[in-house]
């Protein structure tokens, strides 16, 4: 789907005449203010500040369950006033001096991990796990993506061209669902064809699991939730049988399927003790688990009993070290990631889309896209910022 040319002559070439003259703020972000409180507001606009910088004007943002961890007050090293967002499709506006492999005007997608490129863990590939001031940092250690305009340092080596016949909606989801669902969950598991995969937690990153661990052809895949209507999104994405914990006795449904021995995977996509512990029962012996969820609490692990069987256990922060690979997928029409966009909004409404997103139990959202606004409004915001709007 071709889009229109970038605003290459707006964006902050205005902006740097618009600080010459004194005017403070012209973008508008979603702001943090400390636990319960986000405001849409105007905040100066993000600028170069190491070599290694791009600017990119937000064309598409999304929300994700770690947002709402954030604004609980669960990631207490959030600042107040940090601009909330780590997932993003834009259109880069301006580059530092360093920065040689994209350009003014290049759709890239921006992921949740960003990349020194130099450090020991970057120069292996695990991203997430950077030392030299990558990882992840949107909406968490550095301004994020849930603005008009953002910052992205390292843009070199951490985001990613768009090809030009994909859309906004095929790519943004490649920001961290489906690496963090491929990566963390089916690597980490080792799926392998044939096996049964049992998978707790149905939400966004759940169904992501489903959707790339049928890449590696499981023989079957259990779907486990407490809410019926994500059952039932699990069985659309390609689930085998489903199970209602609230119901039904998971361990023994797994077990009857199996013939008494237990999952060859189990892959936690909730962030519960209750639901770690669960896994770790629904495998069987040298089985695997793989934990995805993000977790605030203590969970127990029954090594009085799980020492005798061989388990694997595995934890991580996605890396997105897949994203060429998953991105060569949708090209290929493999995989369809447009299928959790449930909802969209323009992106100055993004406080309204937050509510929708976070009452899921009720509208059923998946993934809520927050759309830029068109060519040219951008100078229109900067207008009312002048106006004192
Ligand atoms: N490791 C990483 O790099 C990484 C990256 C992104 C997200 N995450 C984490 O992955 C987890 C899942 O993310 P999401 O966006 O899909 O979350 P979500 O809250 O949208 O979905 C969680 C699902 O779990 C279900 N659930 C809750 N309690 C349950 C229980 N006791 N038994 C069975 N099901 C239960 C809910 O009904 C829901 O469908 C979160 O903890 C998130 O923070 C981790
Ligand atoms: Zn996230
Ligand atoms: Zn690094």
Not at 148 to 160: G, I, K, L, M, Q
Not at 170 to 197: C, I, K
């Amino acid at each position: 789907m071709a889009r229109p040319p970038a605003p290459v002559t707006l964006g902050l070439t205005e902006t740097t005449c618009a600080t010459e003259k004194g005017w403070e703020v012209t973008m508008k972000a979603l702001v943090y203010h400390g636990p319960g409180q986000r405001r849409w507001e105007f905040v100066p606009d993000p600028a170069i500040l190491e070599p290694t910088d791009a600017i990119v004007r937000i064309d598409s943002s999304t929300i994700c369950g770690t947002d709402l961890h954030i604004l609980k007050g669960d990631v207490p090293e959030v600042a107040p006033g940090t601009i909330l967002g780590h997932e993003a499709v834009g259109t880069v506006i301006e580059t530092g001096s360093a920065v040689t492999t994209i350009a003014t005007g290049d759709r890239v997608l921006v992921s949740c991990i960003t990349s020194c490129g130099r450090c020991r863990f970057c120069r292996e590939g695990h991203y997430g796990l950077c030392t030299g001031g990558g990882g992840w940092i949107f909406g968490h250690l550095i301004d994020g993506l849930q603005a008009e305009f953002a910052r992205v340092p390292f843009a070199d080596t951490s985001v990613y061209k768009v090809p030009e016949a994909l859309s906004d909606e095929q790519v943004l989801f490649l920001a961290d669902t489906l690496p963090t669902a491929y990566e963390v969950g089916v690597l980490n598991g080792r799926v392998e064809p044939g096996d049964t995969v049992a998978i707790v937690g149905a939400g966004p990153i759940g169904l992501a699991t489903i959707m790339t661990a049928k890449l590696h052809t499981p023989g079957r895949i259990v779907a486990i939730d407490l809410a019926d209507p994500r059952l039932e999104k699990a069985l659309e994405f390609g689930a085998d049988v489903t199970i209602c914990n609230g119901r039904e006795d998971p361990v023994a449904k797994v077990m009857e399927l199996t013939g008494g021995l237990g999952a060859d995977v189990a892959i936690e996509a909730v962030g519960a003790p209750e639901t770690f512990e669960l896994c770790t029962e629904l495998i069987r012996p040298g089985g695997r688990v793989a934990n995805i969820g993000v977790h605030g609490k203590c969970a127990t692990l029954h090594l009085e009993k799980l020492w005798i069987r061989d388990v694997l256990i595995t934890t991580g922060l996605v890396d997105t070290s897949t994203t060429p690979r998953l991105l060569k997928l949708i090209e290929s029409g493999r995989l369809d990631p447009t299928v959790f966009a449930t909802h969209r909004f323009p992106l100055v409404e993004a406080e309204e889309a937050y509510d929708v997103f976070a009452a899921a139990a009720e509208t059923h959202a998946l993934k809520v896209v927050l759309e830029g606004a068109p060519v040219g409004h951008d100078l229109l915001v900067r207008e009312e910022a002048v106006a004192g709007v």
